[in-house]
T-cell receptor, first 114, second 114 residues
Framework: AQSVSQHNHHVILSEAASLELGCNYS??????LFWYVQYPGQHLQLLLK??????LVKGIKGFEAEFIKSKFSFNLRKPSVQWSDTAEYFC????????????FGTGTLLAVQP | DTGVSQDPRHKITKRGQNVTFRCDPI?????LYWYRQTLGQGPEFLTY????????KSRLLSDRFSAERPKGSFSTLEIQRTEQGDSAMYLC????????????FGQGTRLTVV
């Protein structure tokens, strides 16, 4: 079955620490990959996306992600987190097909301590 | 605000009652999706419309659920004879048909069945 795994459910970091959130997807052929963020009380917003080309993708707010096809992974990174990065982060995948429905991971709740 | 709009934001209903939610997508988007999110989980796909045609329904969508998009613009999601297990956040998203594009999410309708 098509699925997405996020390994870290809760992460607590101090400001200026580096962040890496893991994401793996099940094999399913052609994929598009996304990271969405949900700040407290707000709707899901796109951080970054990968469709094709350079596997290192840069998104908003200093986030980046690397698509490693051989590992079915799309990990999210940020060199130095800020208190304002406190949010829930969701990795999501669409598999080849007309629907483009998103398959989401269970999310990672990030708390950044000032 | 030209984003995806959902109404109501919150709904509390007694078990057995019917509820209906509305979603207004971004105006030029012809794809519309409904997702359901429960505590500690990522959003789960429910159904998808391209214009007014409902092209895919998840097995999560029992016979008590029905969705419509009569004129290819706004959409409604109705739940009949609500059960406590229906308590969740119901999310609507829309996207453009043109190429690989991301989905934009509304703020959701939080349903509580008591």
């Amino acid at each position: 079955a098509q699925s997405v795994s996020q390994h870290n459910h809760h992460v607590i970091l101090s400001e200026a620490a580096s962040l890496e959130l893991g994401c793996n997807y099940s094999y399913g052929g052609t994929v598009n990959l996304f990271w969405y963020v949900q700040y407290p009380g707000q709707h899901l917003q796109l951080l970054l996306k990968y469709f094709s080309g350079d596997p290192l993708v840069k998104g908003i707010k200093g986030f980046e992600a690397e698509f490693i096809k051989s590992k079915f992974s799309f990990n999210l990174r940020k060199p130095s987190v800020q208190w304002s990065d406190t949010a829930e982060y969701f990795c999501a995948v669409t598999y080849g097909g007309a629907t483009n429905k998103l398959i989401f991971g269970t999310g990672t709740l990030l708390a950044v301590q000032p | 605000d030209t984003g995806v709009s959902q109404d109501p934001r919150h709904k509390i209903t007694k078990r057995g009652q019917n509820v209906t939610f509305r979603c207004d997508p971004i105006s030029e988007h012809n794809r519309l999706y409904w997702y359901r999110q429960t505590l500690g989980q990522g959003p789960e796909f429910l159904t998808y419309f391209q214009n007014e045609a409902q092209l895919e329904k998840s097995r999560l969508l029992s016979d008590r659920f029905s969705a419509e998009r009569p004129k290819g613009s706004f959409s409604t999601l109705e739940i009949q004879r609500t059960e406590q297990g229906d308590s969740a956040m119901y999310l609507c998203a829309s996207s453009s048909r043109q190429g690989n594009t991301e989905a934009f999410f509304g703020q959701g309708t939080r349903l509580t069945v008591v």
